[in-house]
T-cell receptor, first 112, second 114 residues
Framework: EAGVTQFPSHSVIEKGQTVTLRCDPISGHDNLYWYRRVMGKEIKFLLHFVKESKQDESGMPNNRFLAERTGGTYSTLKVQPAELEDSGVYFC??????????FGPGTRLTVL | GNSVTQMEGPVTLSEEAFLTINCTYTATGYPSLFWYVQYPGEGLQLLLKATKADDKGSNKGFEATYRKETTSFHLEKGSVQVSDSAVYFCALIPYSGGYQKVTFGTGTKLQVIP
């Protein structure tokens, strides 16, 4: 069974540009989560999808962040326009119902 | 709210030394507790978990016991190897009856030297 995959693994952009991160969950996992670790701090929850519906987006920092999961399969997280403080590692995780969450390798975003 | 506190690193040990990484938590009800590990250049991997009081999670020689009375879930290994060098995250999922949002600690970097 393939694990959670994320693309790209690393992205370097300039302030004001747009970046889109992609996550492919484990097949059959309805739950998909986005998390972020900034500057060596704790990993923080951003939002949660159940299939294509947003269940909780209380962790989204501001309206520059937009997450989608069309069709209930893969998800994208767009940052537009990117700011310096958006730099960090963005993790995606998936799970069946209320089972353990399985994490992807993360996307390291650097905003210059 | 829910929170996880773990010892600050980095922790540097010699090979075959005993490892303890302390973790305490604050949560309502009966959370499930986890240790995740991130090896250099890789993503987060589930190391072990425990879902109720007095449960012991174990994997790859690592162990942690869910202690409700002390709200702790300390990670231990009797003899570390160089390959154990990584960042270790303690985490919890609160019992909510519904979806589960993971709350993480800040991570503890472990470096094992030969």
């Amino acid at each position: 069974e393939a694990g959670v995959t994320q693309f790209p693994s690393h992205s370097v952009i300039e302030k004001g540009q747009t970046v889109t991160l992609r996550c492919d969950p484990i097949s059959g996992h309805d739950n998909l989560y986005w998390y972020r670790r900034v500057m060596g701090k704790e990993i923080k929850f951003l939002l949660h999808f159940v299939k294509e519906s947003k269940q909780d987006e209380s962790g989204m920092p501001n309206n520059r962040f937009l997450a989608e999961r069309t069709g209930g399969t893969y998800s994208t997280l767009k940052v537009q326009p990117a700011e310096l403080e958006d730099s960090g590692v963005y993790f995606c995780a998936s799970s069946r119902k209320t089972d353990t969450q399985y994490f992807g390798p993360g996307t390291r975003l650097t905003v210059l | 709210g829910n929170s996880v506190t773990q010892m600050e690193g980095p922790v540097t040990l010699s090979e075959e030394a005993f490892l303890t990484i302390n973790c305490t938590y604050t949560a309502t009800g009966y959370p499930s507790l986890f240790w995740y590990v991130q090896y250099p250049g890789e993503g987060l991997q589930l190391l072990l978990k425990a879902t109720k009081a007095d449960d012991k999670g174990s994997n790859k020689g690592f162990e942690a016991t869910y202690r409700k009375e002390t709200t702790s879930f300390h990670l231990e290994k009797g003899s570390v190897q160089v390959s154990d060098s990584a960042v270790y995250f303690c985490a919890l999922i609160p019992y909510s009856g519904g979806y589960q949002k993971v709350t993480f600690g800040t991570g503890t970097k472990l470096q094992v030297i030969p």
